[in-house]
């Protein structure tokens, strides 16, 4: 049924944790993403990764991966949890140590509070011959935020995501916070997840970008994401190479779902295709209802 059986202790195994990079306008968001999906190349894979999907996944040296959403800035994240979508696990969140903490800085801070989920802050931009960290971490240990450095709990790392200084420490940072949270998922059942963004692609048909939060998807399953299905007929990672299953924690392209769900959508399988379309079916004819009645008043 639609309803998920909660897990018993004994199925969940760890999963990588889920993060996504928040922040004020041009503190360096973007280039963060940028530095992260280009060094970290998984071992073994030639080239990086190539396309934009949404989310990638990486790898570090010690083997330890790390699911990013590729969606700075706080629409994304706000658009999910607006649609009940708790996807986020953890935030980075940008400052430029050139700058000071503006108003999206706080904005970001509020989004991380309120979602629950831990912060670590990258000071960014320190190559520059202006920057100032300790002004930084001073505007922060004002607002009772306190970094490891000023005797505080939340961790903090200067960066520049411009030469790479500082970017593998703060993965490490991240890692270790992720470690107390103990983050983890059953592989073994029907997936389930959350649509991280979709498209209509003209060879490829309707491309989904999900990210796999439970069980493990498959090609050949049947699925439902918002008022869509389909059987998935292909699924390619990140760097456009087709992949047969895909587990907790990893975010991964979909082909063959007749339309395209929106960001923050849940998916889920079904054992038959019949099941799924019919959810589907009642989901728009519900949603035209309301449109209609909405139009009547
Ligand atoms: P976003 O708006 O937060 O995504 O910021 P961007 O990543 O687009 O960066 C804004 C500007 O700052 C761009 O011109 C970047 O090249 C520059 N920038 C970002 N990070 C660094 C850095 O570490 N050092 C320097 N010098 N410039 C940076």
Same mark, same amino acid.
């Given at each position: 049924s639609f309803e998920r059986v909660a897990?018993?202790?004994?199925?969940?195994?760890?999963?990588?944790?889920?993060?996504?990079v928040m922040g004020h306008v041009d503190h360096g968001k973007t280039s963060l993403l940028d530095y992260i999906r280009k060094e970290n190349v998984i071992a073994g894979e030639s080239g990086g990764i190539t396309q934009h999907i949404g989310a990638y996944g990486v790898k570090l040296d010690?083997?330890?991966?790390?699911?990013?959403?590729?969606?700075?800035?706080?629409?994304?994240?706000t658009a999910m949890r607006a649609r009940g979508a708790q996807v986020t696990d953890l935030a980075i969140i940008v400052v430029a140590a050139d700058d000071a903490i503006m108003?999206?800085?706080?904005e970001a801070i509020s989004h991380?509070?309120?979602?629950?989920?831990p912060i670590v802050f990258a000071i960014n931009k320190i190559d520059k011959p202006t920057a100032n960290p300790e002004k930084i971490k001073e505007? @922060?240990?004002?607002?009772? #935020?306190?970094? %490891?450095d000023?005797?505080?709990k939340i961790q903090s790392q200067d960066i520049s995501a411009k030469t790479g200084t500082g970017v593998k420490e703060l @993965?490490?940072?991240?890692? #270790?916070?992720? %470690?107390?949270?103990?983050?983890?998922a059953n592989p073994n059942r029907m997936a389930n997840g959350t649509v991280v963004e979709a498209f209509l692609d003209k060879g490829r048909g309707y491309v989904s970008t999900v990210l796999v939060q439970g069980g493990t998807l498959r090609v050949g399953d049947y699925v439902l994401a918002g008022k869509h299905s389909g059987k998935v007929r292909a699924m390619q990672d990140e760097r456009g190479k087709n992949i047969k299953e895909a587990g907790p924690s990893t975010p991964v392209s979909v082909l063959g779902l007749d339309g395209a769900p929106q960001a923050g959508d849940k998916f889920n399988v079904f054992l038959d295709e019949r099941e799924a379309k019919t959810i589907a079916t009642k989901r728009t004819?519900?949603?035209?209802?309301?449109?209609?009645?909405?139009?009547?008043h």
């Open positions: 897990d018993t202790e004994e199925e969940l195994t760890p999963r990588a944790p889920i993060i996504t010690n083997g330890q991966k790390i699911a990013f959403l590729d969606t700075p800035g706080h629409e994304a994240f108003p999206q800085t706080k991380a509070q309120a979602a629950g989920i505007g @922060l240990a004002q607002m009772n #935020l306190l970094v %490891e000023w005797g505080g @993965l490490e940072k991240v890692l #270790l916070e992720a %470690e107390l949270l103990e983050l983890k004819q519900l949603q035209r209802e309301q449109s209609v009645r909405t139009q009547r």
